[in-house]
């Protein structure tokens, strides 16, 4: 069971990104995903997730709507779309899941499974 964090980069202010995140050797797609980001100094914080059944929950660091998380079945992914990005967005970003019937959740102390983290940089 791996998963795969991808898609950091440098974006400018205003801007938006894409992240996916990819599992190999099991379904992600059948399991509770979550992203969380951790900026320097700071704890690591969730910002959405979805569910099993594909119904998406954001928390308070996805700043009213600019982000949007989704699954893409075929592709085993789930993707986080970031628009309208300011400085303050940079972090580094993770993907986790568990195999366990997982409800969302941004207690990160829940998910067992973690991608290594893509860094992305907002210039202002």
């Known amino acids: 069971v791996q998963l795969q964090a991808s898609g950091g980069g440098l974006v400018q202010a205003g801007g938006s990104h894409r992240l996916s995140c990819t599992g190999s050797?099991?379904?992600?797609?059948?399991?509770?995903v979550a992203w969380f980001r951790q900026a320097p100094g700071m704890k690591r914080v969730g910002i959405a997730c979805?569910?099993?059944?594909?119904?998406?929950?954001y928390y308070p660091d996805s700043r009213e709507d600019r982000f949007t998380i989704s699954r893409d079945n075929a592709k085993n992914t789930v993707d986080l779309r970031m628009k309208s990005l300011e400085p303050e967005d940079t972090a580094v970003y993770y993907c986790?899941?568990?195999?366990?019937?997982?409800?969302?959740?941004?207690?990160?102390?829940?998910?067992?499974?973690w991608g290594q983290g893509t860094q992305v940089t907002v210039s202002s």
């Open positions: 986790a899941t568990d195999l366990r019937p997982l409800t969302c959740t941004d207690y990160d102390g829940l998910y067992g499974y």
């Open positions: 050797g099991f379904t992600l797609t059948n399991y509770a």
């Open positions: 979805i569910s099993s059944a594909g119904r998406a929950t």
